[in-house]
């Protein structure tokens, strides 16, 4: 069965650490995988990785896939309370567009 | 990228009615996608509105709950029927572009 799991489920920290995030898959004929932040009901697009060793780069985010231990890590240095929400990582798991979730990481910041 | 407008983006039903929510895509779209996020639960997918075809249902989602319309490249209905409180969710409609998916701002549902 295909399924994805991340890791924390949540986090507190305050502003100005680093944290990461952790994003662990087992699907068949992998295609993508996505990050997403989401602080109310929409989530809005992070990154998207479709190749090992290669970063991805925003500002303070990153994020990073390694396909053959099958994972994704998603970095957030010097962090802001705006950085508050839960992030999502998503896998295509068959190249079909139909995602498969995983339960988040609810990030908090303290000021 | 694409801009997708959703409504209503929340409402409050009463148990046993329908509820149909609209999602608009602001350019033509093969895949259109309805998830739903249960509380505290990450998103699920439902199913994938085909234009010009019946919907395609995930395991555990059936028309009759939950029926689909596609009648263009740009617009799909998802109606929530014969609700009842464990359909509380919030409901998000999908298109896929450049192997990414976008987000429609989603419909809280709640259900008394």
């Known amino acids: 069965e295909d399924k994805v799991v991340q890791s924390p489920l949540s986090l507190v920290v305050h502003e100005g650490d680093t944290v990461t995030l952790n994003c662990s898959y087992e699907?068949?004929?992998?295609?993508?995988l996505l990050w997403y932040k989401q602080e109310k009901k929409a989530p809005t697009f992070l990154f998207m990785l479709?190749?090992?060793?290669i970063e991805k780069k925003s500002g303070r985010l990153s994020s990073i896939l390694d396909k053959k231990e099958l994972f994704s890590i998603l970095n957030i240095t010097a962090t802001q309370t705006g950085d508050s929400a839960v992030y999502l990582c998503?896998?295509?798991?068959?190249?079909?567009?139909?995602?498969?979730f995983g339960t988040g990481t609810r990030l908090k910041v303290l000021a | 990228s694409a801009v997708i407008s959703q409504k209503p983006s929340r409402d409050i039903c009463q148990r046993g009615t329908s509820l149909t929510i609209q999602c608009q895509v602001d350019?033509?779209?093969?895949?259109m996608f309805w998830y739903r996020q249960q509380p505290g639960q990450s998103l699920t997918l439902i199913a994938t509105?085909?234009?010009?075809?019946?919907?395609?249902?995930e395991s555990g989602f059936v028309i009759d709950k939950f029926p689909i319309s596609r009648p263009n490249l740009t617009f799909s209905t998802l109606t929530v029927s014969n609700m009842s409180p464990e359909d509380s969710s919030i409901y998000l409609c999908?298109?896929?572009?450049?192997?990414?998916?976008?987000f429609g701002q989603g419909t809280r549902l709640t259900v008394v």
């Open positions: 999908s298109v896929a572009m450049d192997t990414e998916a976008f």
């Open positions: 699907v068949t004929n992998f295609r993508s």
């Open positions: 479709t190749s090992s060793g």
């Open positions: 998503a896998v295509d798991p068959r190249g079909t567009y139909k995602y498969i």
């Open positions: 350019s033509q779209v093969t895949m």
């Open positions: 509105a085909n234009q010009g075809s019946e919907a395609t249902y």
